[in-house]
């Protein structure tokens, strides 16, 4: 079983930044594949971005260039800086965690999620 912890979720200004942190638990965080998604009010749940074992990225299109998406095997934690966010970017953000190792963009292929961040964008 593998539990996912996000943190770093709060209220921004529109053109503003703020950097999401998930940790996980278990010893083959290493191996995982690891996503973040959002979900707004009232819309589906939406894929943000991924990253594989490797380190190779994906993202969503309109979060290309704005976000970047890390992760710190030894610190067993994967991150989502986002940058110029605008009021659309408001949701509540997930990292999920995929045990095959891929990036991957369907919900359906991960494993394990947390329980969210929200993240507030004012304008």
């Known amino acids: 079983q593998v539990q996912l912890v996000e943190s770093g979720g709060g209220l921004v200004q529109a053109g503003g930044s703020r950097r999401l942190s998930c940790t996980a638990s278990?010893?083959?965080?290493?191996?995982?594949?690891m996503g973040w998604f959002r979900q707004a009010p009232g819309k589906a749940r939406e894929f943000v971005a991924a990253i594989n074992r490797s380190g190779g990225t994906l993202y969503a299109d309109s979060m290309k260039g704005r976000f970047t998406v890390s992760r710190d095997n030894a610190k067993i934690a994967v991150y989502l800086q986002m940058n110029s966010l605008n009021v659309e970017d408001t949701a509540v953000y997930y990292c999920a965690a995929e045990t095959g190792g891929w990036a991957l963009k369907e919900d359906s292929e991960y494993d394990y999620w947390g329980r969210g961040t929200q993240v507030t964008v004012s304008s």
């Open positions: 278990g010893r083959t965080f290493s191996n995982y594949g």
